[in-house]
């Protein structure tokens, strides 16, 4: 059993700079409240459901992911809370849910693009390179993780396993060019299809993934770097 100061210092840790997290989370929604008011925004719909209602639904996948990941990566690293819970299957667990908050992230963002099409100026073929531009880093990206880094590292197993976290930094692939490279360039496939479809709504669903997936990296994923590696 705890005492009650450990218990304070562990709820602590697993709480560390997400008030960072809440601030940036509350500007960004607001600015997104904003934003749905512009010319385009409301465009749409598919499946009988309106684009305003696929915008918001993007918009809370992508929340709930990086929520979830920040409750399981601290309770695991602070509290063991998943071990507890599901033994050894505590990583399969928690990569399942983060696979598929992460792959609805993306086709919800599809959905909202293909509802809200054309609403952005200009001919779409100008946007459709574009698309076709942003997709190369990204496709890199996702080459270079699953060739160098590894897919179970990329979702954080080293919060799970201690073994982990003796291994090297990877600076090979598209990891040559930055340390960053999931929050650089892997999102860029959410701009895919906003580019692709012309899409204002999307865009900016795209803007703000990007944008709050930073949020993460400096409220979650980099205090838990300097705890895990010193």
Same mark, same amino acid.
């Given at each position: 059993?705890?005492?009650?100061?450990?218990?304070?210092?562990?709820?602590?840790? @697993?709480?560390?700079?997400?008030?960072?997290?809440?601030?940036?989370?509350?500007?960004?929604?607001?600015?997104?409240?904003?934003?749905?008011?512009?010319?385009?925004?409301?465009?749409?719909?598919?499946?009988? @459901?309106? &684009?305003? !209602?696929?915008?918001? @639904?993007?918009?809370?996948?992508?929340?709930?992911?990086?929520?979830?990941?920040?409750?399981?990566?601290? &309770?695991?690293?602070?509290?063991?809370?998943?071990?507890?819970?599901?033994?050894? /299957?505590?990583?399969?667990?928690?990569?399942?849910?983060?696979?598929?908050?992460? $792959?609805?992230?993306?086709?919800? !963002?599809?959905?909202?693009?293909?509802?809200?099409? #054309? &609403?952005?100026?200009?001919?779409?073929?100008? /946007?459709?390179?574009?698309?076709?531009?942003?997709?190369?880093?990204?496709?890199?990206?996702?080459?270079?993780?699953?060739?160098?880094?590894?897919?179970?590292?990329?979702? #954080?197993?080293?919060?799970?396993?201690?073994?982990?976290?003796?291994?090297?930094?990877?600076?090979?692939?598209?990891?040559?060019?930055?340390?960053? #490279?999931?929050?650089?360039?892997?999102?860029?496939?959410?701009? !895919?299809?906003? $580019?692709? /479809?012309?899409?204002?709504?999307?865009?900016?669903?795209?803007?703000?993934?990007?944008?709050?997936?930073?949020?993460?990296?400096?409220? &979650?994923? $980099?205090?838990? @770097?300097?705890?895990?590696?010193?």
């Amino acid at each position: 059993m705890l005492t009650k100061q450990e218990k304070k210092m562990t709820n602590r840790l @697993i709480s560390e700079k997400q008030w960072l997290h809440v601030v940036c989370l509350v500007i960004l929604v607001v600015l997104l409240m904003l934003a749905v008011q512009l010319d385009g925004m409301q465009a749409g719909m598919l499946w009988g @459901i309106s &684009t305003t !209602v696929w915008f918001w @639904i993007a918009v809370g996948i992508a929340i709930a992911h990086q929520v979830n990941v920040w409750f399981c990566w601290r &309770t695991q690293l602070h509290a063991n809370l998943l071990s507890r819970v599901f033994g050894r /299957y505590e990583f399969s667990v928690y990569a399942i849910g983060f696979s598929i908050l992460g $792959l609805s992230r993306v086709v919800v !963002v599809f959905i909202l693009a293909i509802a809200n099409r #054309g &609403t952005l100026p200009g001919e779409e073929w100008i /946007y459709q390179i574009l698309a076709m531009i942003a997709l190369v880093p990204a496709f890199y990206l996702f080459y270079s993780v699953k060739r160098y880094f590894g897919f179970r590292r990329a979702f #954080g197993i080293d919060h799970f396993d201690e073994s982990y976290r003796n291994l090297p930094f990877v600076r090979k692939g598209i990891f040559r060019y930055t340390r960053n #490279g999931m929050y650089v360039y892997g999102f860029l496939i959410l701009w !895919v299809p906003a $580019l692709w /479809y012309a899409s204002h709504a999307a865009l900016v669903v795209a803007m703000f993934n990007h944008l709050y997936i930073w949020v993460h990296y400096y409220a &979650t994923e $980099l205090p838990d @770097i300097r705890r895990i590696y010193g």
